[in-house]
């Protein structure tokens, strides 16, 4: 099977697609549209000849010191930057606002493939001077962003139908 990777304007027909969750198909195939039209996210989509494989929406964000406030994972995030840097109110992110794969090609590694894909493509020639790519992960998807090394932002949402995670890119870049 061929597949492509395209970036989509809002007129870039949409091929058939269908995860099994009807508001992320329903992103897809309508919100995608308005959200590229008010320059709100950028969505992707990975084709095959006839159907959408999988898609992606991304924006700009960031991890601000009140997301981290009132919990022990403040440490955390904190320790990974230098020093003179931690003061800052806010620490710039991508934000994956809507990742979905088709029903028929969940779990072969699609998905892994297409975040490894999203972490490289940030980090190469630094697209939006972004250190962080923060989600928040449906429930039932938090333990695929754990296995691709997401991990929690805070305790505070536990219990809550998503949870906010984060992941470095700092991890893929050489020390000098």
Do not use: W
Not at 35 to 57: G, I, P, Q, R
Not at 153 to 163: I, M, N, P
């Amino acid at each position: 099977m061929s597949i492509s990777l395209f970036r989509l304007d809002p007129d870039s027909p949409r091929k058939p697609f269908d995860c099994g969750n009807p508001d992320l198909n329903e992103f897809f195939t309508t919100d995608s549209i308005n959200y590229a039209k008010e320059l709100l996210a950028v969505t992707y989509a990975l084709e095959s000849e006839t159907e959408t494989v999988a898609y992606f929406a991304v924006s700009n964000d960031s991890i601000r010191a009140e997301d981290t406030s009132r919990s022990r994972l403040k440490e955390k995030i904190l320790k990974l930057l230098p020093f003179e840097k931690r003061g800052y109110k806010s620490h710039p992110a991508v934000k994956v606002g809507r990742f979905a794969v088709a029903e028929k090609y969940q779990r072969q590694g699609i998905g892994s493939k297409l975040l490894d894909f999203i972490k490289f493509y940030f980090i190469n020639k630094n697209k939006t001077g972004c250190r962080f790519i923060i989600v928040d992960a449906y429930n039932e998807a938090v333990k695929f962003y754990q296995d691709n090394g997401f991990d929690f932002l805070t305790t505070e949402d536990e219990g809550k139908d998503t949870r906010l995670m984060y992941f470095d890119l700092m991890m893929f870049i050489a020390p000098f």
